[in-house]
């Protein structure tokens, strides 16, 4: 998902290592892996306009063999003593690649409490006041004290609460901080086209016709 994404092209903007990346993390269920375009005339060092650059990671990775998605069961853990909770689009295709990592890696640590925004259950009063349109613009995440965190803190966070925090340790820095957070916020602008979705006029448009139905029923379901 976007989030190794930021990483990965973070990283390309200093000196590399002799030794091989550690941008590729190879998870329970399968292996994700990032490749470059092919280019004509490769310049392992050339940089790229972020954008540029970030969409190419994101169409390498909506290439990536897709995760099996967890049990119902599974799903509806959530741990007691939970240290950060996470916010995330279940309709997100790429997105839940990221969710079902972490959902598994949350299995040892019972750190991270996930709550799906598009679920009908979402109460923004239960979640700092976020409500389902801001959230849907980038992702948020709330720590047990309150404190919300968004964009690439909010990765660092979920992932150092997991034991993967050297993966975005770099993004503490200046300036891989700054160009981490503008790389993401390419991917939060295109999400939903990269992922093929409407627009979020229509998304919310479509919320909003459920609710007017649901109001009247007491089986609602999409």
Known sequence: MALRVVVAASASRIPRPQNPPLLSLTHHNGTLKFHKTPSSHPRPNALLPLPTRSLRYIRAISEATVEPELS??????????WKI????????????????????????????????????????????GLDYETVMGRIHAILSNGTVVTDVE??????????????????????????????????????LQITGRPPIEEILEARKKKGEVCKDSNACKM
Not at 72 to 81: C, G, H, I, L
């Open 72 to 81: 119902k069961e599974e799903q509806k853990e959530s741990p007691k003593d």
């Open 85 to 128: 909770k996470m916010l995330y689009d279940g309709d997100c295709p790429l997105c839940m690649r990221e969710v079902n990592m972490l959902r598994e890696r949350n299995k040892s640590y019972g750190t991270i409490k996930f709550v799906d925004i598009g679920s009908d259950d979402y109460s923004p009063k239960e979640n700092q």
């Open 154 to 191: 909010a990765f660092r966070e979920l992932y150092e609460h997991v034991g993967l925090g050297w993966v975005y340790a770099i993004t503490k820095y200046e300036p891989i901080a700054k160009i981490a957070d503008s790389i993401y916020g390419v991917w939060a602008k295109y999400r």
